[in-house]
C-alpha cells in the first residue's frame, strides 16, 4: 500500500511546486563609468548617498589646535636638595603649606655640616689671632723695633684670615648655622610661594650625591599664580607660534572656561623624535583654578592672504603628492592633483589646483578613488582583449594561406 501511495505523493509535491511563480529576478544597478577623466554614476546610484560633499571656501582666518601642557613657572621655582649628607631630624612644612623665604622646612642631623661648622670656628679663631699679632707689630713698628716689611707680612696674613672667617661664616650661615658646632642642618626656602612637593621622612637618610636630573627634590616650593605651558608645534607653525604671540587656552578639566596665554620663548631646533617644535607660553593664574601637568590646547589664529580651504578628510595621499575628486556636474567627479600651503589635523590650505567655490567628496573620498580605479580597469580590459586576440589572429591566417600555396 506504500509503495502505491509514494508516487502519488511526489507527483502532488512537484505539482504545487509548479504552481508557485518563480521569484522576479534582483534589479542590476548600472556601473559607473569612466569617460576621460572623469568618473561618471548613473542618476539614482547608491553610491552617491555615501558621498558628502564641501565647498572650497577662500582662506582667512583659520584656528589652529596645538596640544599643550602646564608645568611649574620655572623663573619662580625653587627646588630643595641637601647640601650635606644627614638624617632627617624634624619636618616643619608640608604640601599646600604658604611659605616665605627663610621659612625653616625640615631639620636635619648631619656630621659633615657639622665639619663646615668646626670650620668656620677654627677659621674666626685664626682671624681673631692674626688681628693680635698685627696690634703688637704695629706698637713695634711704632718703636723702631721691627721693619715695616715684617709689618706689612703682618697685615697681609690679617687680612687672608679675616677673608678666610667671612667665607666660611658665609658658608655656615647658608644653611641657617650662626654660631657654634651643633651639627643642625636646616632646610629653608628661599623664596616666597607655596610648598607643592614633599619628598622626605623623618629619620630618612640623604646625601648630596644623589640629587640631579631624575631625582626628586627633597621640597619644591612656587609660585602658583603662573605657569608655564609647554607646546609641541609642528614645522608648519613656525610663522604663528613666535615668541610674544597670544592664544586661547582650554582645559578638558574646567570646561567652559577660557584662559589667555603669550609664548614667551621658541625652539630653533626640531625635535628628532616627535618632529615638533618645543615652544614655552605663559599663563596668569590668580585664582589658581590651574594646576601643573595638567593637559590643555592652545588655539592659535592663523591668517592667510591666498589659497582656499577644504575638509582634512578630503584630501589624498599619493606619494609625495596631495589630490582631491571635485563634482563638475552632478554625479560626475574628476582626481585633481593640489599644492598644499598648510596641513592641519581638520582644515587643509589648498595653494593651488582648486578655487573657491569648487565641491569637493569630503567623506568616503577613498572610496570613490576605489571605484575610479576599478572603472578605469573595466575600460581598459576590452582594449586590451581586442589587442590580445588580434595578435593571436594573425599567425592562424599565415598558416592558412601557406597551406594553401601547398
Not at 260 to 283: C, H, M, S, W, Y
Request: hydrophobic share 45%.
Amino acid at each position: 500500500m506504500l509503495n502505491r501511495l509514494l508516487p502519488l505523493f511526489i507527483l502532488s509535491t512537484l505539482g504545487l511546486s509548479a504552481c508557485k511563480e518563480a521569484p522576479a529576478p534582483a534589479t542590476q544597478v548600472p556601473a559607473p563609468i569612466v569617460q576621460g577623466r572623469q568618473l561618471r554614476f548613473p542618476a539614482g546610484h547608491p553610491q552617491l548617498a555615501l558621498l558628502t560633499l564641501s565647498a572650497a571656501a577662500p582662506a582667512k582666518a583659520m584656528t589652529v589646535e596645538l596640544p599643550a601642557k602646564l608645568v611649574w613657572n620655572e623663573e619662580r621655582t625653587q627646588r630643595i636638595y641637601p647640601a650635606f649628607a644627614g638624617r632627617v631630624m624634624a619636618i616643619r612644612a608640608d604640601v599646600g603649606q604658604t611659605v616665605q623665604p627663610g621659612t625653616l622646612l625640615a631639620q636635619l642631623a648631619s656630621p659633615d655640616f657639622g665639619q663646615a661648622q668646626s670650620e668656620t670656628a677654627r677659621a674666626e679663631t685664626d682671624a681673631r689671632l692674626t688681628q693680635k699679632a698685627l696690634q703688637r707689630q704695629r706698637e713695634l713698628f711704632e718703636a723702631g723695633i721691627v721693619a715695616r716689611k715684617e709689618l706689612e707680612q703682618t697685615e697681609a696674613e690679617a687680612e687672608r684670615a679675616g677673608a678666610e672667617a667671612e667665607r666660611a661664616r658665609a658658608r655656615t650661615r647658608l644653611y641657617g648655622s650662626t654660631g657654634g658646632v651643633n651639627q643642625q642642618l636646616a632646610l629653608s626656602a628661599g623664596i616666597g610661594g607655596v610648598v607643592v612637593e614633599r619628598n622626605l621622612n623623618p629619620g630618612q637618610e640623604v646625601r648630596p650625591d644623589l640629587a640631579g636630573p631624575g631625582v626628586p627634590a627633597l621640597f619644591v616650593v612656587t609660585d602658583p599664580s603662573s605657569l608655564w605651558i609647554q607646546i609641541d608645534a609642528r614645522e608648519s607653525e613656525v610663522g604663528t607660534v613666535r615668541p610674544g604671540a597670544t592664544f586661547e587656552l582650554t582645559i578638558a578639566a574646567l570646561a567652559g572656561q577660557k584662559f589667555e596665554g603669550r609664548v614667551i620663548n621658541a625652539a630653533d631646533f626640531i625635535d628628532p623624535q616627535t618632529r615638533t617644535i618645543k615652544i614655552r607660553a605663559l599663563v596668569a593664574n590668580p585664582q589658581r583654578l590651574l594646576k601643573a601637568e595638567m593637559l590643555a590646547t592652545a588655539r592659535f589664529e592663523r591668517h592667510f592672504d591666498s589659497g582656499v580651504v577644504v575638509p582634512a578628510s578630503a584630501v589624498l595621499l599619493h606619494g609625495s603628492g596631495h589630490s582631491v575628486f571635485v563634482q563638475t556636474r552632478p554625479g560626475e567627479f574628476e582626481p585633481r592633483a593640489v599644492e598644499l600651503s598648510y596641513l592641519g589635523p581638520k582644515e587643509v590650505v589648498v595653494a593651488s589646483g582648486l578655487q573657491a567655490g569648487e565641491q569637493v567628496v569630503s567623506d568616503n573620498a577613498l572610496l570613490l578613488a576605489r571605484q575610479f580605479r576599478l572603472a578605469q580597469n573595466e575600460a581598459r580590459a576590452p582594449t586590451e582583449s581586442a589587442t590580445s586576440a588580434t595578435k593571436t589572429e594573425a599567425p592562424g591566417k599565415a598558416g592558412d594561406t601557406g597551406a594553401a600555396q601547398k
